[in-house]
Structure formats: C-alpha cells, structure tokens
C-alpha cells in the first residue's frame, strides 16, 4: 500500500464553477478526514467518516460543501459554486481506528479565481 | 485553532543548538499528536502522547504530555537542518469526534 492518495493534486478554477477531489485512503482503514489549510495556519477539521457514514461536519462546511464516502472506500469532497475564500489546501487522512494517528495524503491545492 | 495554542509561531536556530515547542490546551486533551509538515506538502506523523505525564522519543525527538493532560512539549536535540519545517499538534479534545490542530510553528535551522 503506498499511503493515503488525492487527486487532482492542484485545481485552478474560476468562481461560480463546481470542483470535486477525490482521496483514496490505505486500505481497511475505517475513518477518514477531511481538512482545509490555509497559508500560515494549521489544518482547519471539515469532516470524517467512520466507513461509509459522515458522524461529524463541522461548521466550516457550508451547504456548498459535500461529502460521500460510498461503500467506505474512497471518498469525495465537492465544492459547489466557488468563491475566492475557497482557496486553500484541503487534505485528506484515514486511520484504522479512534486514538490511531491519522496517516495524511499530498492534498489538493484549490486556487479560485 | 483556538482550542490548542502553539509558541513559539516561528524560531530560527543553528545548527547544533537545542529548542522546545510547546502546545497549550484550555481543555483536557484525550490524545495529542505532534506532526511535521514541509511547505505545500501533507504532514508527517511524529508522535502520539495519551496518558499525562507520558514521554516518548524518536531519534533526537522528545515530546512530553503533562500531567494534567493538558500541555505539551517538543524538544529537539541538536538540531540539523533536516529538522527544518512546520511542526504541528493535533488533539481530540473533549473526547468528541472532531479533531484539531494548532496553527503551527516554523522551524529554520541555520547551518
């Protein structure tokens, strides 16, 4: 297994579209997280799986924002109608259970136009 | 994030020289994790404290968790440039579900 995987790496779009990115965690792991980090500051939490079930959003998460995790496997983070203030790295991590460190992926960097 | 705060926000030492981080909780931490992040990449696990007054050590990294649960620290000794980034702790604080980290600090080592 060669770790916790995102795509795109980088997404450059313009304001109003809609992007989704994808993360394929080590396998048999059952939680998985998503974070957004902007430039100078740490990770900022937005959501996590245990399998295929979504137990926590965070407020951060507006209604623009969605995530799936079909048959908790990979999962799928989309951004409805874009803005600026979207721009950031958002970071995807698994881990097998609660209390085990999170393993994290490269991220995808979001530049919004 | 305002649940765990981390000094000093930047640090630039030579090579050689020892240094301390530390990360500061209002809450009692039900496991704290230090990790270690180069620009523009995914960070790097370091260590995971749970118990208070646990200490654990990794080559020339040491990292403690104090007794009441709710400071940590990171000690670096002799310090290389290879230690060069931005250290990170995370915590599950309140023993919920969410998971959150401290803004970070930049780590310069001069050779």
């Known amino acids: 297994d060669t770790g916790v995987s995102q795509n795109p790496r980088h997404k450059i779009t313009k304001r109003g579209q809609n992007v989704t990115f994808r993360c394929d965690p080590i396998s048999e792991h059952n939680r998985l997280y998503w974070y957004r980090q902007t430039l100078g500051q740490g990770p900022e939490f937005l959501t996590y799986?245990?399998?295929?079930?979504?137990?926590?959003k965070s407020r951060l998460l507006s209604d623009r924002f969605s995530a799936e995790r079909p048959k908790g496997s990979f999962s799928t983070l989309e951004i409805q109608r874009t803005e600026q203030g979207d721009s950031a790295m958002y970071l995807c991590a698994s881990s097998l259970y609660r209390g085990d460190e999170q393993f994290f992926g490269p991220g995808t960097r979001l530049t919004v136009l | 994030s305002q649940e765990l705060e981390q000094s000093p926000q930047s640090l630039i030492v030579q090579e050689g020289k020892n240094l301390t981080i530390n990360c500061t909780s209002s809450?009692?931490?039900?496991?704290l994790y230090w990790y270690k992040q180069k620009y523009g990449e995914g960070l790097i696990f370091l260590m995971m404290l749970q118990k208070g007054g646990e200490e654990k050590s990794h080559e020339k990294i040491t990292a403690k968790l104090d007794e009441k649960k709710q400071q940590s620290s990171l000690h670096i000794t002799a310090s290389q440039p290879s230690h060069a980034g931005i250290y990170l702790c995370g915590a599950d604080i309140n023993n919920f579900n969410k998971f959150y980290f401290g803004s970070g600090t930049k780590l310069n080592v001069k050779p």
């Open positions: 809450k009692t931490l039900y496991g």
């Open positions: 799986f245990q399998n295929e079930a979504q137990l926590e």
